[in-house]
C-alpha cells in the first residue's frame, strides 16, 4: 500500500492528527528516500523507529532489513500499520519513554521524526539505553539544533549537547519545508545523523548529566554532592559550573567519581 493509499485510509476513517502527540505526517517521497539512506542500513540490523506515524519512513526500512521494531503511542494509527497496512515489522503500541523492553542493547540504528515536545527526553534515553546503536538519524525542530550542538561556555549547552558530543559525530544533513507535512507544523524541520565514535556513554552518566545541569546558576558541587572531593584530582576549581565543563571532563568526573565510591 503506497503512502498516498495509506493517507486516504486514515482520512476515511475520520483520523485526524493528534496535536498531542505532535503528529506532523511526513508526505514528500524524496525527503523519505534521503532520511533512508542516511541510516545506511544492512539486512542483519536490528532497526528501531520511534513515532512511524503512517509508516512513511517504515514501509521503505522494512524492505531492508529483517529485524525491525516499531514504536508508536497512538493506538489508533499502530492497530494501522499491524492491521490494514500490514507492516513487516514489530509494532510496539507504548508511551517509548515509558517503554523498558524493546531490545535497546541490541540496537544497531534508530531513526525518527522525532516528536518536538519530547525530543530532548527521547534523545536522553536512546543514549542511555541504545548503546550499541552505531547510527541515529533525527527529524528534529531546527531551533533545537542550537541545542543539539552547543558548545561549553554557552547559554544552549546543556545535558543534550553533551552527549551528543559524547557519542560521535553529529551532522545537519538538510532542512525539511513545512510544505513536506501534514499537517504542515508551524516550525521548520531539519534532518540530522548522529554517527558514534564507538564508546559507548556508561550507565548512570546521564542521571549525572542532568544533575549537574539542574540548576545552573549553582556551582557543580552544590547539584553533585558527590564532585567535590574529586575536582582537585581532575585539575578543576571547587567554583566550577556545569556549562565550563567540556564533554570529555564530564566523563573524566563519572569516571573519577565512580572510582572514589569504589575507594569508600
Same mark, same amino acid.
Request: hydrophobic share 40%.
Given at each position: 500500500?503506497?503512502?498516498?493509499?495509506?493517507?486516504?485510509?486514515?482520512?476515511?476513517?475520520? @483520523?485526524?492528527?493528534?496535536?498531542?502527540?505532535?503528529?506532523? %505526517?511526513?508526505?514528500?517521497?524524496?525527503?523519505?528516500?534521503?532520511? *533512508?539512506?542516511?541510516?545506511?542500513?544492512?539486512?542483519?540490523?536490528?532497526?528501531?523507529?520511534?513515532?512511524?506515524?503512517?509508516?512513511?519512513?517504515?514501509?521503505?526500512?522494512?524492505?531492508?532489513?529483517?529485524?525491525?521494531?516499531?514504536?508508536?503511542?497512538?493506538?489508533?494509527? !499502530?492497530?494501522?500499520?499491524?492491521?490494514? %497496512?500490514?507492516?513487516?515489522?514489530?509494532?510496539?503500541?507504548?508511551? %517509548? +519513554?515509558?517503554?523498558?523492553?524493546?531490545?535497546?542493547?541490541?540496537?544497531?540504528?534508530?531513526?525518527?521524526? +522525532?516528536?518536538?515536545?519530547?525530543? &530532548?527526553?527521547?534523545?536522553?534515553?536512546?543514549?542511555?539505553?541504545?548503546?550499541?546503536?552505531?547510527?541515529?538519524? @533525527?527529524?528534529?525542530?531546527?531551533? !533545537?539544533?542550537?541545542?543539539?550542538?552547543?558548545?561549553?561556555? &554557552?547559554?544552549?549547552?546543556?545535558? +543534550?549537547?553533551?552527549? *551528543?558530543?559524547?557519542?560521535?559525530?553529529?551532522?545537519?544533513?538538510?532542512?525539511?519545508?513545512?510544505?513536506? @507535512?501534514?499537517?504542515?507544523?508551524?516550525? &521548520?524541520?531539519?534532518?540530522?545523523?548522529?554517527?558514534?565514535?564507538?564508546?559507548?556513554?556508561?550507565?548512570?552518566?546521564?542521571?549525572?548529566?542532568?544533575? !549537574? %545541569?539542574?540548576?545552573?546558576?549553582?556551582?557543580?558541587?552544590?547539584?553533585?554532592?558527590?564532585?567535590?572531593?574529586?575536582?582537585?584530582?581532575?585539575?578543576?576549581?571547587?567554583?566550577?559550573?556545569? $556549562?565550563?565543563? &567540556?564533554?570529555?571532563?564530564? +566523563?573524566?568526573?563519572?569516571?573519577?567519581?565512580? $572510582?572514589?565510591?569504589?575507594?569508600?
Amino acid at each position: 500500500m503506497q503512502l498516498k493509499e495509506r493517507l486516504a485510509l486514515v482520512n476515511s476513517k475520520g @483520523f485526524m492528527p493528534e496535536s498531542k502527540f505532535g503528529q506532523n %505526517f511526513l508526505c514528500d517521497e524524496e525527503i523519505i528516500g534521503s532520511i *533512508v539512506g542516511l541510516c545506511e542500513l544492512k539486512k542483519d540490523d536490528k532497526v528501531l523507529e520511534i513515532g512511524p506515524g503512517l509508516g512513511s519512513i517504515s514501509f521503505p526500512i522494512s524492505e531492508l532489513t529483517d529485524d525491525f521494531t516499531v514504536v508508536e503511542i497512538d493506538k489508533r494509527l !499502530a492497530s494501522s500499520l499491524k492491521d490494514e %497496512f500490514c507492516l513487516n515489522a514489530n509494532v510496539i503500541t507504548s508511551d %517509548f +519513554l515509558k517503554l523498558n523492553d524493546y531490545g535497546a542493547d541490541k540496537t544497531d540504528v534508530v531513526v525518527s521524526n +522525532l516528536p518536538y515536545y519530547v525530543m &530532548t527526553d527521547i534523545m536522553k534515553k536512546l543514549f542511555d539505553e541504545c548503546v550499541n546503536a552505531r547510527k541515529m538519524v @533525527f527529524m528534529v525542530e531546527k531551533d !533545537a539544533l542550537a541545542r543539539i550542538m552547543a558548545q561549553p561556555g &554557552t547559554k544552549q549547552y546543556g545535558p +543534550l549537547s553533551v552527549l *551528543v558530543s559524547l557519542y560521535g559525530d553529529a551532522k545537519l544533513e538538510f532542512d525539511v519545508p513545512r510544505n513536506c @507535512f501534514i499537517p504542515a507544523p508551524n516550525t &521548520t524541520s531539519c534532518v540530522i545523523s548522529l554517527t558514534s565514535g564507538g564508546s559507548k556513554i556508561p550507565g548512570g552518566f546521564v542521571k549525572l548529566v542532568n544533575k !549537574a %545541569f539542574a540548576m545552573r546558576r549553582k556551582k557543580l558541587v552544590n547539584n553533585i554532592k558527590d564532585a567535590g572531593p574529586v575536582l582537585d584530582k581532575l585539575g578543576l576549581d571547587v567554583s566550577v559550573r556545569a $556549562e565550563q565543563l &567540556t564533554p570529555a571532563q564530564f +566523563l573524566d568526573l563519572y569516571n573519577a567519581i565512580i $572510582e572514589n565510591a569504589h575507594k569508600g
